[in-house]
């Protein structure tokens, strides 16, 4: 019965770290997307004319 108990928890951990992992993974992907898309609007001709126009007056 111990032995059953130990495979229970262990098996209940594991799925918790999997869990776990996966809910930081997921959050660490978003947040790279993002800061992917503000670098590419930041650096798009559109913002260069923007930056630039203000920039000379």
């Given amino acids: 019965m ?3 108990a130990l495979v229970s928890i262990g098996i209940m951990f594991a799925a918790i770290l999997l869990i776990i992992l996966s809910i930081g993974g997921k959050l660490y992907m978003d947040k790279k ?3 992917n898309e503000m670098v ?3 650096k798009s001709e559109e913002a260069r004319e923007v930056f ?3 920039l000379k007056k």
Avoid: I
């Fill in 2 to 4: 111990k032995k059953n």
């Fill in 33 to 35: 997307q993002f800061q």
């Fill in 40 to 42: 590419r609007v930041v």
């Fill in 52 to 54: 630039e126009s203000s």
